[in-house]
Structures are given as C-alpha cells and as structure tokens.
C-alpha cells in the first residue's frame, strides 16, 4: 500500500481513513471493535471520530479497542469538537472553554494521553480565530494534541485560519475534511485549489454519497427503512435527492460494467482525485469494510475518469452534502 503524506505533517496515512459515524449508531460495539481491528489489519492507520457520535459512545469503543489490542500507538486517532455536548449555552462551539473541557472529555473516552488530529467540526464565524487557534495551540503545547485541522468549512476560513496561525505563530491547520462525492464536486471550485497551494491534507466525508451511488436509493421519497436517510432524517433525507438517484442508477451500472461493486467506484474516485488524501470511509458492518478494503491497492483509470465526469460534471452538484453547513447559501432546485 501507497501511505499518503498528511499536509504539510510529514506524517504517512493509509488512502483510507476508517470514520465511525456508525458505531453504536447503528453498529453494536462488538462488530464496532471487530471492525477496527480489521481495518488495523488491512493497513488502515487513520480512525476518525466525534465527540458527538452516539453521544461520545464511538469514542469509547474506539478507546476500549486500542487499549485491549495494544495498538494505540501505531493509529493515528481523529477526533473532533464543536457541536453541543449539553444543554448549557457553552456546552458548544470553538471558543476556548468549550475547546479546552471538550479536548479533555475525549481523551478519557479514547483511553489515551493524547490526539493526533483535533478537528473544528464546524466552523464559527461569531468566535474570533484568534480564540479558537490560541486555544489549540495551547493544547499542542500541553502535549494533549499533535496536529489540529478543521472540518466543513469554506475555503475563505480555513484559509484565514492559516494566515493568522503564520502571523501569530499559532498551530496551523494540517487538513480539512469536506463532504465530497460524485454528486456534490463543490469543493473542487476553491476548496481543493487552496488545499493543494498552501499544503493541506483533504479527508472527505461521504464519499459514497450515503448510499445513493452504490443504489441504496429508487425513490427520493419512499426511503429504505434501514437506511441512514430514513433512521436520521432531516438533513439525512434533504440530501437524497431524484437528480442524485438517476446519476446513482447510472454510476452503478458503470461500475458493475468495469467489473467494480458501485460502493469500490464511489470511494476509489474520492481517492484518486486530486489533492485528496484519505476519503473516510463509514461500514456499518463487518462485510461493508471487507468490499472497501481492496480499493486501498487500486487505480482509477482514466477512462472511468472521464466517464464519471459525463454524470456530474467537475465543480457541480447533483445533491447537497453541504447541508449541514450554515455558511452554504446555495439551493438546489429540485
């Protein structure tokens, strides 16, 4: 396997980070674990996670698995804050007494002295930068995080981000982690670009747009009972949308044509397009991560390439992956 170099770090990465949105949510913690320590098994080195998955309980499998396999040191660990973790009014966001508790909080949950790369998991645009960067450099320093980055955020802010860390000799961001897929290329306008010039990694989130590129979906509003879209709803269900399914109907009929399952081509395109580093990827069972697993050793050629670009052209977007994020004002018509 090819490991990837992560920003500007040094620091070598599988082209495939394990994300754990599904453990304990749906996944059992047992199959949870087995997962993890399949993925170790296969090469993967990254584990991304939340301090808001299942109300921290991802956290605490992941934490429990390293600690029984004794691999901690060999995985580099992803965690993020931000979002609320309870009911008082700083109980959120990225100022420096939610950052410094909720920093503190997963560490007891993983088992561990430190994080390798502590994420904004959104972007605040209420909170000067300078506060959310003095914070993290202060956690870098206390040794508790080795490398900071941000999440969901639009170019112009992680970019600020960057300049004012050079000014002020702050952490710098090493990565962003976007949602990108063939069905919202988005980021490929400025997102990527600015990645690629100032030297940051990119780890996107959802690459195999929730299921509707390996053909989870027929029908944007009669919604598979086990799917993601209709156990989570709201903006879960937005993001399935008629154009994102008729791309998907075709996307999977191309892959099966190249002798690929769809959910492989969904994830190898997010690997191999430019500036990526690492697509995470979500099984929520043990035989979803065996099928992901061979794409660490593939190409894409370049004749899918160019027939994937025929089904959303670069830049576009078919169904929004951008709607969690506030800052978007674009619609879609649909």
């Not at 749906?26 to 109300?55: F, Q, W």
């Not at 690997?271 to 894409?300: N, S, W, Y």
């Not at 160019?306 to 977007?317: Q, Y």
Request: glycine share 8%.
């Amino acid at each position: 396997m090819e490991y990837r170099t992560l920003g500007r770090s040094g620091v070598k990465v599988s082209p495939l980070a394990l994300g754990t949105d599904n453990f304990a949510n749906p996944t059992p913690k047992e199959e949870s674990i087995k997962i993890i320590n399949r993925a170790l098994e296969a090469g993967i080195n990254l584990i991304d996670t939340s301090n808001v998955y299942a109300g921290g309980e991802s956290e605490r499998i992941i934490g429990e698995a390293l600690a029984d396999n004794g691999l901690r040191h060999q995985v580099l660990i992803a965690t993020k804050a931000h979002y609320p973790v309870g009911p008082g009014p700083n109980d959120r966001g990225n100022t420096r007494l939610h950052l410094m508790k909720a920093c503190e909080d997963s560490l007891s949950r993983l088992r561990t002295d430190y994080i390798d790369l502590y994420q904004l998991h959104r972007p605040c645009f209420d909170i000067p930068i300078d506060e959310t960067l003095g914070a993290l450099t202060d956690l870098v320093r206390q040794g508790k995080v080795r490398y900071i980055g941000s999440s969901t955020a639009p170019a112009w802010k992680v970019m600020e981000g960057v300049l004012v860390s050079e000014l002020k000799g702050y952490a710098r961001f090493v990565s962003e982690q976007p949602p990108y897929n063939l069905l919202d290329r988005r980021i490929e306008n400025e997102l990527v670009p600015m990645c690629q010039a100032y030297n940051l990694g990119i780890l996107p989130w959802s690459p195999m747009a929730m299921g509707i590129l390996a053909g989870r979906y027929s029908d944007a509003k009669a919604l598979p009972p086990d799917s993601r879209a209709k156990l989570r709803g709201g903006i879960y269900a937005e993001r399935v949308t008629t154009a994102g399914i008729e791309v998907g109907k075709k996307f999977v009929r191309l892959a099966r044509n190249h002798a690929l399952k769809p959910a492989q081509l969904a994830v190898l395109w997010v690997k191999d397009q430019p500036g990526i580093t690492a697509p995470l990827i979500g099984p929520r069972t043990l035989g979803q991560l065996e099928d992901f697993l061979p794409v660490l050793e593939m190409k894409l050629e370049s004749s899918l390439r160019s027939a994937c670009d025929k089904l959303v052209p670069p830049g576009s977007v078919v169904a929004n992956f951008h709607n969690s994020a506030p800052w978007m004002k674009m619609k879609l018509v649909v």
